[in-house]
């Protein structure tokens, strides 16, 4: 987790009232940086788990919470310790398992509402999540 650093030197050399007003102002100013970078975080989280059904690109998000996509990325990873990537594929993968249970779509229908166009890929990735396929999944909630 990301932990606010004051400014470096020694509180001892802040001789006039000029001095500490620059020193508080650096730390207010630290202070403000990580909860809008908590916030932008907390907002990408929410904006992901309402949209992993959509086609959502890291640019995108990045974009929405207006930063550059190398640094949203870091601060990710920074602050939920996986990648938008890993996150995004956790939320589908999760969502899918759901829905599979659900038996009300098939296993196409079910790729599609979670963000994969092609459901053969969606298959792939369901079996490198799961460790099984969705349809043996799904066979095996429903056997007989």
């Not at 995004?88 to 779509?105: H, P």
Request: hydrophobic content about 30%; some cysteine; overall charge negative.
């Amino acid at each position: 987790k990301k932990n606010i650093s004051i400014a470096k030197g020694s509180i001892s050399t802040l001789q006039s009232n000029e001095d500490w007003l620059i020193y508080m102002n650096v730390c207010c100013n630290k202070v403000n940086e990580y909860y809008q970078s908590k916030q932008s975080m907390t907002i990408a989280k929410e904006y992901i788990m309402t949209h992993y059904g959509e086609s959502i690109s890291l640019e995108d998000i990045a974009e929405l919470v207006n930063l550059s996509p190398n640094y949203f990325s870091n601060l990710f990873k920074e602050e939920f310790g996986e990648t938008y990537i890993e996150f995004l594929t956790k939320i589908r993968m999760e969502q899918a398992k759901e829905l599979i249970g659900e038996n009300t779509y098939s296993l196409k229908e079910i790729s599609f509402m979670v963000g994969y166009k092609d459901p053969n890929y969606f298959s792939r990735v369901f079996k490198r999540y799961y460790h099984t396929s969705p349809k043996h999944f799904q066979d095996s909630i429903f056997e007989k």
